[in-house]
């Protein structure tokens, strides 16, 4: 059967409102290369923060483009549909980064049942996790019947199993992990790990139209819209948790508890047209970022790497069951499919309760 031509979505570096797809020849492969299609893939507000920290995490490295354009790296999955490398055979599929395209063209370096990785010169210096393509034969998390969960939530779970490590590994005496952008889906992973261990209260923080959704989830101990985080319970010991980035929310959280916040912590910009202003000179502790891969560290030093896997696959398979109370999977392929999620993404229209899949 003929492949279809390549197509790429592409994102204008400096106006991520402008945006457009290429055609392209189908990619050939030379020795050691190996192409793969690209399946289905999740999109999410995480991925518009890839264009935010773009230049300085090296989002845009993932993926070539043009001068003045990049391809936003989206979790999915794909299948090798040619190989010149000896280790890699047609037909292997695997969970990764992949760009929102038709092909993507890989240079592995090691590869193996227990991951691919991909060697090409540009994208030399980024974090090995984000080079990996993962052949779902080794994934010990992997099940057909849970691909969607997997590309919509395992790497947004892993930075909340992450961050709720962090917290609780601290020392803060936090009674309440407060969690903005309640709504979001990395938060609602934070909020069921926090109130799954009991230490704390989840309590989120999150706009007037997602409020009864969030309500509704259960994984919250209480919920409150932005306008009133004055009303919240300043007394108690607590710990921010900011996803949303919004510069006014965390000045009016930091204002209102004080000596009280015992950290504040930096994961996300859900509300990216809003960020702008420093923490310097707010009440309480100041705003740190928080970065996962030096917990995944230290956990591996602390536990064993082999002990942080079981950890973590037990905590994903509580989350993943707990999802399935509220994530309505949307699927939708071609052109217009991914236009719309993605304007829907960068402006705060989609439902929080859809995880949207995708395909070109
Ligand atoms: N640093 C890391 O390693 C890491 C890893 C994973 C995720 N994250 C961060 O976590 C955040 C959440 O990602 P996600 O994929 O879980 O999000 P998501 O499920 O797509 O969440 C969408 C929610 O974000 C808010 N939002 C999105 N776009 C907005 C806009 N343009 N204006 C205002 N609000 C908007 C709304 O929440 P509210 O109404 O509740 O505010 C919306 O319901 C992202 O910023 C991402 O960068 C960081």
Same mark, same amino acid.
């Given at each position: 059967?003929?492949?279809?031509?390549?197509?790429?979505?592409?994102?204008?570096? @400096?106006?991520?409102?402008?945006?457009?797809?290429?055609?392209?020849? !189908?990619?050939?492969?030379?020795?050691?290369? !190996?192409?793969?299609?690209?399946?289905?893939?999740?999109?999410?507000?995480?991925?518009?923060?890839?264009?935010?920290?773009?230049?300085?995490?090296?989002?845009?490295?993932?993926?070539?483009?043009?001068?003045?354009?990049?391809?936003?790296? /989206?979790?999915?999955?794909? +299948?090798?549909?040619?190989?010149?490398?000896? +280790?890699?055979?047609?037909?292997?599929?695997?969970?990764?980064?992949?760009?929102?395209?038709?092909?993507?063209?890989?240079?592995?370096?090691?590869?193996?049942?227990?991951?691919? @990785?991909?060697?090409?010169?540009?994208?030399?210096?980024?974090?090995?996790?984000?080079?990996?393509?993962?052949?779902?034969?080794?994934?010990?998390?992997?099940?057909?019947?849970?691909?969607?969960?997997?590309?919509?939530?395992?790497?947004?779970?892993?930075?909340?199993? *992450?961050?709720?490590?962090?917290?609780?590994?601290?020392?803060?005496?936090?009674?309440?992990?407060?969690?903005?952008?309640?709504?979001?889906?990395?938060?609602?992973?934070?909020?069921?790990?926090?109130?799954?261990?009991?230490?704390?209260?989840?309590?989120?923080?999150?706009?007037?139209?997602? *409020?009864?959704? /969030?309500?509704?989830?259960?994984?919250?101990?209480?919920?409150?819209?932005?306008?009133?985080?004055?009303? *919240?319970?300043?007394?108690?010991?607590? !710990?921010?948790?900011?996803?949303?980035?919004?510069?006014? /929310?965390?000045?009016?959280?930091?204002?209102?508890?004080?000596?009280?916040?015992?950290?504040?912590?930096?994961?996300?910009?859900?509300?990216?047209?809003?960020?702008?202003?420093?923490?310097?000179?707010?009440?309480?502790?100041?705003?740190?970022?928080?970065?996962?891969?030096?917990?995944?560290?230290?956990?591996?030093?602390?536990?064993?790497?082999?002990?942080?896997?079981?950890?973590?696959?037990?905590?994903?398979?509580?989350?993943?069951?707990?999802?399935?109370?509220?994530?309505?999977?949307?699927?939708?392929?071609?052109?217009?499919?991914?236009?719309?999620?993605?304007?829907?993404?960068?402006?705060?229209?989609?439902?929080?309760?859809?995880?949207?899949?995708?395909?070109?």
């Amino acid at each position: 059967m003929a492949l279809p031509a390549g197509l790429d979505f592409w994102v204008n570096k @400096s106006d991520w409102k402008r945006h457009r797809f290429e055609e392209a020849p !189908v990619p050939g492969i030379g020795d050691g290369q !190996v192409l793969f299609r690209v399946d289905r893939f999740a999109l999410t507000a995480n991925n518009i923060s890839y264009a935010l920290t773009g230049e300085a995490l090296g989002y845009w490295r993932f993926f070539p483009a043009p001068e003045g354009w990049g391809r936003l790296p /989206v979790m999915g999955f794909g +299948d090798v549909i040619a190989s010149g490398h000896p +280790d890699v055979e047609v037909g292997t599929r695997c969970f990764g980064f992949y760009p929102m395209s038709r092909y993507l063209r890989i240079e592995p370096g090691a590869a193996g049942p227990g991951g691919i @990785s991909d060697a090409a010169p540009h994208r030399a210096g980024l974090a090995p996790v984000y080079c990996q393509y993962q052949p779902t034969d080794g994934d010990a998390l992997y099940r057909s019947e849970h691909e969607d969960a997997l590309m919509l939530l395992r790497g947004l779970f892993l930075t909340s199993f *992450l961050a709720d490590d962090f917290v609780a590994d601290s020392g803060f005496g936090e009674e309440a992990v407060l969690i903005s952008s309640a709504s979001s889906k990395t938060s609602i992973a934070l909020a069921y790990l926090v109130s799954a261990s009991a230490r704390a209260r989840a309590v989120g923080l999150t706009s007037a139209r997602n *409020l009864e959704f /969030v309500r509704g989830l259960g994984c919250y101990d209480a919920v409150e819209t932005y306008e009133r985080i004055d009303s *919240l319970d300043a007394a108690a010991p607590s !710990v921010y948790v900011d996803m949303a980035g919004n510069a006014d /929310v965390r000045r009016r959280v930091h204002r209102h508890f004080g000596e009280r916040l015992k950290h504040s912590c930096i994961i996300g910009a859900t509300h990216w047209d809003r960020t702008e202003g420093n923490g310097r000179g707010l009440p309480g502790p100041s705003p740190a970022f928080f970065f996962a891969p030096a917990q995944i560290q230290k956990r591996s030093s602390d536990w064993g790497p082999a002990e942080l896997q079981r950890r973590l696959a037990q905590a994903w398979s509580g989350f993943r069951a707990f999802s399935e109370g509220w994530l309505q999977v949307r699927r939708g392929s071609g052109r217009e499919a991914v236009r719309r999620v993605y304007e829907d993404a960068l402006f705060g229209r989609t439902e929080p309760a859809h995880g949207h899949i995708l395909s070109l």
